[in-house]
Each structure stands twice: as structure tokens, then as C-alpha cells.
T-cell receptor
Framework: GQNIDQPTEMTATEGAIVQINCTYQ??????LFWYQQHAGEAPTFLSY????GLEEKGRFSSFLSRSKGYSYLLLKELQMKDSASYLCAVRDRTDSWGKLQFGAGTQVVVTP | GAGVSQSPSNKVTEKGKDVELRCDPISGHTALYWYRQSLGQGLEFLIY????????KSGLPSDRFSAERTGGSVSTLTIQRTQQEDSAVYLCASSLEGLAGQETQYFGPGTRLLVL
């Protein structure tokens, strides 16, 4: 199985940068996802990493180091609408293709 | 439809009763997933359907939980003899299934279940 750890909550100011770390342990790593979830709403896909390195998508970037079992999600030029929970999820090669294990999520609070 | 739909949006039931939760995936999506999210927690995988393959039921917490997918489309999650600890938001997701492995899971709005 997987152990997925991410901070419970982070606070940052509008316009700033926030980095959300995620560490994981797997029997056989096979992909890492980041999802955004606003309160009371369904999660929406942000990014996918399977190879080491940085994936950039506009204001959001995601980084992966497989050797360290580590990923981060970088949110730049924070906006009030970025206040949400950010979920890290991992696929393990020993599991079925569709099975993702999610972390508990990091609540990001953006202040004016 | 335009997205994943789930019904009912809210369900209040008494302990010991059975409940059925429905999920309509995005048309053309071959994979369907059920998750459970308790208050302040991450998503807990329950079950995964892919085409005609046997579903991955490894996340179902007890034999009171079961799920079906009829005709490769609509799915029903059934909880028998509900318990108070079953209270949670039940989320359904669907995706295309390919070889790349990065198929995005699109989530429905969820069913909020409260067991009294």
C-alpha cells in the first residue's frame, strides 16, 4: 500500500507563491496526480507526473522526484479563488490501473 | 451528458436501512470509480470498473457494500444495513481508458449520505 503525507493547511497572501509538498511510499510507483477541491465541490484534475522533473501549466507547476518519493505543487501569483484543498494521489504498479490512493489534502487559505 | 451526474445529491437514512446511490458517467468513458470522503479527509478508493473486466473491489470496506455497472454505463453503489460510520460524501468519477496512464478522472458532484 501507500503512505501519502502532505501538510494539513497552508496560508499565503494574494499574489504570493505557495509550495505544497507530498511524500509517498509505494511498492511500485506508477504515476502521481494533483487535484483541486473547493469546499463542497468535486475534485478537479490539475496535473499528472510519471517521470522526474517539472510540469508547468500556467500558474501551476508540479514536480516529481521518484528516487525521493516526493512531489510538490507550486501555485504562483495566488488568487483568492485558489483557496481550496489540494489532493495528492498516487498509483501503485501493484494495484489495478484505476486505483488511486489519495492523501488527506492540504487546505490552502489565500488572504488579501 | 456534459459531465458525471450522481443521484440523489443528499440522502438521510436511518441506521439499518439499505441505500442505493446512482452514478451516470460521461458518455464514452469506459472506466468508472467510486470513492468515499469523510469530513475533512481525503478520498478513499472503493471500487473501479473498466469495460468488461472484473471490477477491482479491493477498497470496499465491508460486505455490506456492493456495486454494479450495467451495460458499461450507469453504476449503482448499494450499502446494506447502513451504520452511522457510513456517513460521508460518496463520489463517482469516470475516465477514458488508454495506455498512457494519465487519463483524467472526472468527478461527479457526490451524494452526501447521513445515517442517523
Amino acid at each position: 500500500g501507500q503512505n501519502i503525507d502532505q501538510p494539513t493547511e497552508m496560508t499565503a497572501t494574494e499574489g504570493a507563491i505557495v509550495q505544497i509538498n507530498c511524500t509517498y511510499q509505494t511498492s511500485g510507483f506508477n504515476g502521481l496526480f494533483w487535484y483541486q477541491q473547493h469546499a463542497g465541490e468535486a475534485p478537479t484534475f490539475l496535473s499528472y507526473n510519471v517521470l522526474d522533473g517539472l510540469e508547468e501549466k500556467g500558474r501551476f507547476s508540479s514536480f516529481l522526484s521518484r528516487s525521493k518519493g516526493y512531489s510538490y505543487l507550486l501555485l504562483k501569483e495566488l488568487q483568492m479563488k485558489d483557496s481550496a484543498s489540494y489532493l495528492c494521489a498516487v498509483r501503485d504498479r501493484t494495484d489495478s490501473w484505476g486505483k488511486l490512493q489519495f492523501g488527506a489534502g492540504t487546505q490552502v487559505v489565500v488572504t488579501p | 451528458g456534459a459531465g458525471v451526474s450522481q443521484s440523489p445529491s443528499n440522502k438521510v437514512t436511518e441506521k439499518g436501512k439499505d441505500v442505493e446511490l446512482r452514478c451516470d458517467p460521461i458518455s464514452g468513458h469506459t472506466a468508472l470509480y467510486w470513492y468515499r470522503q469523510s469530513l475533512g479527509q481525503g478520498l478513499e478508493f472503493l471500487i473501479y470498473f473498466q469495460g468488461n473486466s472484473a471490477p477491482d473491489k479491493s477498497g470496499l470496506p465491508s460486505d455490506r457494500f456492493s456495486a454494479e455497472r450495467t451495460g458499461g454505463s450507469v453504476s449503482t453503489l448499494t450499502i446494506q444495513r447502513t451504520q452511522q460510520e457510513d456517513s460521508a460524501v460518496y463520489l463517482c468519477a469516470s475516465s477514458l481508458e488508454g495506455l498512457a496512464g494519465q487519463e483524467t478522472q472526472y468527478f461527479g458532484p457526490g451524494t452526501r449520505l447521513l445515517v442517523l
